[in-house]
């Protein structure tokens, strides 16, 4: 199938910048959506950022207009820039990807920001 797997996150000041990554492997031709959520502690898991089936681009509004996903013409990477960052955009970040028949998360990465 496809496995991904995130890196970049870390430990940033308010108001600093993290770029996240996503790798994907295997039958990445198959992945029809992606993108990237959330899970804060004790909350649920939410929608950070994602490009949709047909190609739109979807944002939290928490997020609008601080982040900014991109992801490279194979569509096998994809990338969650953030700016701006606030103590409570802290959460494990996810980046998923969907199609008709799975939907596939990575392994997560810590993102913290300290006031």
């Known amino acids: 199938q496809v496995q991904l797997v995130e890196s970049g996150g870390g430990l940033v000041q308010v108001g600093g910048s993290l770029r996240l990554s996503c790798a994907a492997s295997?039958?990445?031709?198959?992945?029809?959506?992606m993108g990237w959520y959330r899970q804060a502690p004790g909350k649920e898991r939410e929608l950070v950022a994602r490009?949709?089936?047909?190609?739109?681009?979807d944002y939290s509004e928490d997020v609008r207009d601080r982040f900014a996903i991109s992801r490279n013409n194979a569509r096998n990477r994809w990338y969650l820039q953030m700016n701006s960052l606030k103590p409570e955009d802290t959460a494990v970040y996810y980046c998923?990807?969907?199609?008709?028949?799975?939907?596939?998360w990575g392994q997560g990465t810590q993102v913290t920001v300290s006031a």
């Open positions: 998923n990807a969907m199609s008709s028949w799975y939907n596939i």
């Open positions: 295997g039958r990445t031709a198959t992945i029809a959506a």
């Open positions: 490009f949709t089936i047909d190609g739109r681009i």
